[in-house]
């Protein structure tokens, strides 16, 4: 176990832990301060790296979420990186990477605490409603047509509650604050790579059912009284399915009628699931 915060993110330590065929097998970079991984990884990914090159960090300067967000990452409590892929799937199905990136996250802290996170459509995991980690992945078209996608995982894992700032003070949640322990973030690290990994490779031959089945089964999104908000709108409904694009399917609470969500705002009003 890491016993005390000081511990550093090593390279020699995270090999000797890592099960990956691809993901941090080759380039393996770890900062102690970066702007943000994603920016790193996409950097690399233009110049042509290889796929499952791996950015890893101790701090960001510039985290991000979506929409400009800003992903909250001081230094060396959690684990922020980001994943360089090159996969060969429908544009369409992309969104579906983030789905199951999460899945394999959820699993892999299951695995390692024995807790495992909730999943709430698309990119957010919590823990005793708090949410503990997110994803963020933005994709590039590299002429003539390959797609370039970075995957970025912020995990809360040694936080304590006096390191989140007023904003986030009652949203936020971390490993430590769910568990009471501190847990090794290399230990983690190595296990998730490898759930992330499995996955992916699922989906990139073609095994969308039976990863949509699983998601199913522990999105807490489904079942859920939601509202959706996209743009300016906002749609109130009960959200039925994930579809085989990684959307979102609501049924109106106005008219019955089902709409489809690829992005934007979910917040739960009324959960559907006992957890
Ligand atoms: C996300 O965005 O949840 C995606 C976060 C991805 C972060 C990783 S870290 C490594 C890689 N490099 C990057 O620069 N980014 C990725 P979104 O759904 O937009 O959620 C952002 C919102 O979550 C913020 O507006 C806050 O409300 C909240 N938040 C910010 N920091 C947080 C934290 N450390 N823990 C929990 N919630 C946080």
Known sequence: MESNKATVLSKAKLASLLTTDFIGRELVEIYKEI???????????????????LIVTETQTAGRGRLGRVWHSPAGLNLYFSILLRPGIPSEEIPLITLFAGLGIAEAVGKVTGITPDIKWPNDLLLNGRKIAGML????????????????????????????????????????????????????????LKGIEANYM?????????LLERYRDVCFTLGAKVKMSKGADIVVGTAVDVDQMGQLVVKRD????????????????KPGRKK
Do not use: Y
Not at 202 to 210: H, I, K, N, Q, R
């Open 35 to 53: 702007d943000s991984t994603n920016l790193r990884a996409r950097e690399l990914g233009l110049k042509g790296e290889k796929e499952g090159a």
């Open 254 to 269: 106005a008219d019955g009628i089902l709409e489809s969500f690829n992005a934007g705002e979910t917040t739960i009003i």
């Open 137 to 192: 992945a933005e994709m590039e078209f590299q002429p003539p047509d390959d797609p370039v996608v970075v995957l970025g995982i912020g995990l809360n894992v040694n936080m304590p509650p006096d390191k989140l700032p007023e904003d986030l003070s009652k949203t936020a949640g971390s490993l430590l604050i769910a568990t009471g322990r501190e847990w090794d973030r290399h230990v983690l690290l190595a296990e998730i």
């Open 202 to 210: 699922e989906l990139t031959s073609g095994g969308v059912a039976g």
